[in-house]
């Protein structure tokens, strides 16, 4: 019940910004319903009249005609209103859904780091396409059709009930039974389709991880475990949704079978009154014919509303995974956050304890402390912590007890957006962005010159590259598809860097494998990065680290050991062994 609310909620929040358009749809659907259901009265006069002038009885082919006539314009009527209820609604559907989209992508941008952590890209991804899209097409069909259901049913029940009770009473006889069947098809068809939905999410993440691993499948020859892993994969999803088509199909031949069902039941009835001789011949006639086409004008709503009731589904779950987005928290932004003091003597980690989880600690009571223009190197076997305290320096998370100062402000207290400006941070794996090489180096401050991004390049030691390239600075990049290699990424994301000019600097170490000209490019552009910036490197590879003011030796999210390389050798501790080791094999 709290799912059905979350999605009306939503949709309360959006529609309710329209009242004029749902005025006008008011108007437009009991336009449609009032003509499309007196049209069949007026069916059933010129039926009577036609009967009365045959049969020489009162009446004249006037009378015929101008029955004809307002049939005809009911008709018409009916077919302004349909169309025009389909207009207002296809606007309201498209304005509101590129509000959600705004809203969801504008929520994005606000939302704490930790969500994107705890989120697969592909979760987040289905959000923005199959779950909004699944909210347009219900807007656009689905929603049409249960307005013009309601209104259909209550228009034709009042007018059955009017003219007749006991054949309106007959009519409606079936309905109890359909309901029942059609809710046990309904169960039946969702059961199947969310295990169709699940298998086709297991056949999709294989098929993106092999994908993802190919190179590697093929190295260890695993092409026939692959495609056996696939096949089985892929004939659960042909079970699933074949299971799931006959079900989902057989709701509306069901339905149908229940039209016809009762078209004959009034037929039936309708002929027994005949028979009784209640009524005149052309009469009770005219009455069947009318009824018949109660009957269809009844269940056709019925039958419409089950035919889009997937739909419905699917749009209720896509308003309650969208929901549940803007429910998530946003970063928390100080009131009046202070900016990040100009002069500062050191950046102090102050006894951080921090876990993702409450309950699982990963930091416990880090202290360091990075005098001004100082590089501290944090060194660590995998899975110690040293990305962790990293994404703490920024906010990407915040510690749970401790403090991280810049000078003697608390991070906390300094405006985010000042606080990142200030805080530059050359990740492993650098992201590129649609757009070209310089619009790229440009990516933290899109209003600089030419000569600033030629400049960063150059220090960066990427420009003599770039402008070997047939259209240098303006070549085209995107994430997929680049001309650049993993080590000139880096070199890029170092340039970037030193365009934005950041005093406090994070650099995560690449630890992909360069060859030894590109590593060596890689280490004076980041010496040259470094130069009179406070920084924290986290080093894998310790030769790039050896002049670092402190080197921090963290393991199990504790520092073990502090001290510069010369001192940590002589310690002949963990960082001893490990640069001996890597030494070996340089
Ligand atoms: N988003 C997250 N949610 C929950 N736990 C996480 C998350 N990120 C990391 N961890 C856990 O925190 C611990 C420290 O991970 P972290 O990435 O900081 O290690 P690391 O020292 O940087 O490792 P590596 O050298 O392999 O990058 C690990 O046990 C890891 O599983």
Known sequence: MTKLKTALGFYWRYMKVYPWHFLVLLFTVILFTVTYNLAPT?????????????????GT?????????????LFILSAIGDASTSFVMSWVGGRSTQEMRNDLFGKMQRMKVGYFDSHSDGDVLARFTSD?????????????????SAAQIIGVLIIMLRMNVPLALVTMSTTPVTILIAAYVIRRANRAIDEQQADIGKLNGYINEQITGQKLIIANNLQKDSLA????????????????????????????GMMLLTTAIVVFFGSWLVLQGNLQTGAALALVVVYVQFAQNYFQPLVAVTSVYNQLQLAMTGARRVEEVHHEDDEPRPANGLPVPKTFDAVRIEDVHFGYKPDVEILHGITITAPHGKMIAVVGPTGAGKTTLINLLNRFYDVDSGHILIGETDIRDIDLHALRQEVGIV???????????ASNIAFGKPDASMDEI??????????????????GYDTPVSDEQSILSAGQKQLLSIARTLLVNPPILILDEATSNVDTVTESLIQTAMDRLIVGRTSFVIAHRLKTVLNADNIVVIRDGAITESGTHQELLAADGFYAGLYKSQTIFD
């Open 42 to 58: 007026y069916l059933g006069k010129t039926v009577q009249d036609l009967t009365n002038f045959t049969q020489g009885q009162h």
């Open 61 to 73: 082919m006037d009378t015929f005609q101008s029955d004809l006539l307002i049939m005809a314009v």
């Open 132 to 148: 909004l899209d699944n909210i347009f097409n219900a807007m656009n069909e689905a929603f049409v059709q249960l307005i013009y």
């Open 229 to 256: 892993g696939f096949g089985t994969r892929n004939a659960d999803v042909q079970q699933t949704s074949t299971s799931g088509q006959i079900w989902s199909g057989t709701l509306q031949p069901v339905m149908n």
């Open 427 to 437: 990740l492993q794996d650098p992201q590129m962005f649609s757009g070209t090489i």
């Open 454 to 471: 030629r400049e960063a390049a150059r220090t960066a030691q990427l420009d003599d590259y770039i402008m070997g390239l047939p259209q």
